[in-house]
């Protein structure tokens, strides 16, 4: 089973600035990667797939990079709704589809 | 628009069973995957069963194998999700879950989620 970790568990950052997420794969997942945002009390909701394309909706302030082992999810400025929970997933290697832990976005 | 309206969550003792439904609209429900994720409280989310689009394949999370079995009704537009043995480790919200693209014929990521269902398991 592939192990998805993601840092920081919890990331500080002030309105208008820069936040970058990791994502890391115990394995190559190529960039079968995808990340989903979730508000207290609200459903996940998917913001990225294929390692780099946004969905459909989605904000261009949010980006996604990178390929095998190493992602990162980078929100270049924050606005008050993006503070939320973060969570990578890996959709290579099916069952499962293993998610990351969640990094928590706080208003610095 | 895509809907998925989940129902069936409650209180159930440690050992009881419980069954979850999920309703299907707005898209053709018989040509996806469709799975179940859950979230512990103050946790982060876990995939725990998938089916394919005519039932011939499933799979499920080594934590719930033997106890959990999901099935779907195309006719009907409806996936469920029959919770057996329950023990306080599967209290959690149970999302519904699916997407439309595949690689090689096997679900990918989640494009529509459900608002969930809290299964509680306490006695």
């Known amino acids: 089973e592939i192990v998805m970790t993601q840092s920081p568990a919890t990331l500080s950052v002030s309105p208008g600035e820069r936040a970058t997420l990791s994502c890391r794969a115990s394995q190559s997942v190529s960039s079968n990667l995808a990340w989903y945002q979730q508000k207290p009390g609200q459903a996940p909701r998917l913001l990225i797939y294929?390692?780099?394309t946004r969905a459909t909706g989605i904000p261009a302030r949010f980006s996604g990079s990178g390929s095998g082992t190493e992602f990162t999810l980078t929100i270049s400025s924050l606005q008050s709704e993006d503070f939320a929970v973060y969570y990578c997933?890996?959709?290579?290697?099916?069952?499962?589809?293993?998610f990351g832990q969640g990094t928590r976005l706080e208003i610095k | 628009e895509v809907q998925l309206v989940e129902s069936g969550g409650g209180l159930v003792q440690p050992g009881g069973s419980l069954r979850l439904s999920c309703a299907a609209s707005?898209?053709?429900?018989?040509?996806?995957?469709m799975s179940w994720v859950r979230q512990a409280p103050g946790k982060g989310l876990e995939w725990v069963a998938n089916i394919k689009q005519d039932g011939s394949e499933k799979y499920y999370v080594d934590s719930v194998k033997g106890r959990f079995t999901i099935s779907r009704d195309n006719a009907k537009n409806s996936l469920y999700l029959q919770m057996n043995s329950l023990r306080a480790e599967d209290t959690a919200v149970y999302y519904c879950a699916s997407g439309e693209f595949e690689i090689g014929g096997y679900p990918t990521y989640f494009d529509y989620w459900g608002q969930g269902t809290l299964v509680t398991v306490s006695s």
């Open positions: 997933q890996q959709y290579n290697n099916w069952p499962p589809g293993t």
């Open positions: 707005g898209f053709t429900f018989s040509s996806y995957w």
């Open positions: 294929g390692a780099s």
